[in-house]
């Protein structure tokens, strides 16, 4: 049997005490159960192969690469085709149409956005 080791906050820690001998067996029926919202590695090969990556994914990595400054991050958008295929991608998921592979680029735009919304908010606390 593998062993991992993982750091939660000590709140959760607490609460996770009394379940310790069961906790494998919690985590196996929440993987079960529960759907990825993060793709896994062996669904996220668009990402690693930089010329089939999703366009806003791209964008941001040499956005970031770049070295913004703090007023640059602040006023940064993605293109207005990276917004396109998000919209897209957004009417066919209120559609219920959406791949299993386009599903999974959604999710790598949600995570983007929260990303940008993280950076552009530390970004206005340096401005002042």
Known sequence: MAEL???VPDELAQRLEPLRDRLPELLQRLVE???PRIPLPNQISSVTNPTD????YTEVLDFLIARPTPQEITTFKVSAEAQER???LLDKNREGTLTEAEATELDLYEQLEHL???LKAKAYDLIG
């Open 5 to 7: 080791t993982i750091q």
């Open 53 to 56: 990556a999703p366009i806003a």
């Open 86 to 88: 998000l919209r897209t």
């Open 33 to 35: 159960t529960v759907p």
């Open 116 to 118: 940008m919304i993280l």
